[in-house]
């Protein structure tokens, strides 16, 4: 099982998608499908931002920068935004959260 979000030390870690899943572009946004469980999970401009860089593991920090790169928000906005989408990932199952030195 994927770790706790409410006690991750959070941007050393690694984050990708998993493999048991499909996904496309409409209009900016992303849909996601499960594969194991047939479920779909959509994403806005930002989220398939994030989506499309979790393609390849990336740490949190990693992504974190890349956003504030992209977007002007606020940086603490930015981080919370970012944990609780990833929370959510890894809840539907779509996401796997591992330590930095996890390979």
Known sequence: MGPNMSNLPAKTRTVAAVRDQVSCALDGDTVILHLGSGTYYGLNAVGSTIWNLIQEPRTIDEIHNRLLQQYE???????????????????????????????
């Open 73 to 103: 928000v606020d940086a603490g906005d930015c981080e919370r935004d970012l944990l609780n989408l990833l929370d959510d990932l890894t809840k539907a199952g779509l996401v796997e959260i591992r330590d930095a030195c996890t390979d």
